[in-house]
T-cell receptor
Framework: GNSVTQMEGPVTLSEEAFLTINCTYTATGYPSLFWYVQYPGEGLQLLLKATKADDKGSNKGFEATYRKETTSFHLEKGSVQVSDSAVYFCALASYSSASKIIFGSGTRLSIRP | NAGVTQTPKFRVLKTGQSMTLLCAQDMNHEYMYWYRQDPGMGLRLIHYSVGEGTTAKGEVPDGYNVSRLKKQNFLLGLESAAPSQTSVYFC??????????????????FGAGSRLTVL
């Protein structure tokens, strides 16, 4: 079946550091891929998405490229800020997942001033 | 503001009590979902609905029931609460989960969450 695996957290970085959060997936067909972010005390919200191979999603300085050859959708940001501290979830949706969006387990990111 | 509203935000129950969580959305979305979030487990799908009058089981449906009598509302019920159901519950909705070519079609909009404690 379909699944999403993302790197274990927590991840702690200093402000202005480079960020990578790894995400790989298993799916039949051609899934759409997402990154959602959850700020403290809030629900999840969409950060970025990509719907086909080689697409790059971007938002708020974050980027992720849909790599079909490596079945990956790693999240990157060149210079993180304290306000980026949150939990990040990788997710996929596909016809074979029968109306369900599948989430990874989440990665908690903490940024030190 | 348009969006997904969950009530209540907090609730404490005793083992064996029953309760209902209400989710309401005003975006005319067809699909609605209930997830639970537990430390280290990410989000797990409890039940979902692809339209008014329909419901389906997700990954962890045992101990929960749902109803979608109106398109805008999705209710999650616990008939006999257990400590294992202590969690944060999130409702979400979308136009469609499948890629229809509309960039917004399969994006989930989440509520702020309902924290439930079962003693």
């Amino acid at each position: 079946g379909n699944s999403v695996t993302q790197m274990e957290g927590p991840v702690t970085l200093s402000e202005e550091a480079f960020l990578t959060i790894n995400c790989t997936y298993t799916a039949t067909g051609y899934p759409s891929l997402f990154w959602y972010v959850q700020y403290p005390g809030e629900g999840l919200q969409l950060l970025l998405k990509a719907t086909k191979a080689d697409d790059k999603g971007s938002n708020k300085g974050f980027e992720a490229t849909y790599r079909k050859e490596t079945t990956s959708f790693h999240l990157e940001k060149g210079s993180v800020q304290v306000s980026d501290s949150a939990v990040y979830f990788c997710a996929l949706a596909s016809y074979s997942s029968a109306s369900k969006i599948i989430f990874g387990s989440g990665t908690r990111l903490s940024i030190r001033p | 503001n348009a969006g997904v509203t969950q009530t209540p935000k907090f609730r404490v129950l005793k083992t064996g009590q029953s309760m209902t969580l209400l989710c309401a959305q005003d975006m005319n979305h067809e699909y609605m979902y209930w997830y639970r979030q537990d430390p280290g487990m990410g989000l797990r799908l409890i039940h979902y609905s692809v339209g008014e009058g329909t419901t389906a089981k997700g990954e962890v449906p045992d101990g929960y029931n749902v109803s979608r009598l109106k398109k805008q509302n999705f209710l999650l019920g616990l008939e006999s609460a257990a400590p294992s159901q202590t969690s944060v519950y999130f409702c979400a909705s979308s136009y469609s989960v499948l890629d229809t070519g509309d960039s917004g079609a399969n994006v989930l909009t989440f509520g702020a969450g309902s924290r439930l404690t079962v003693l």
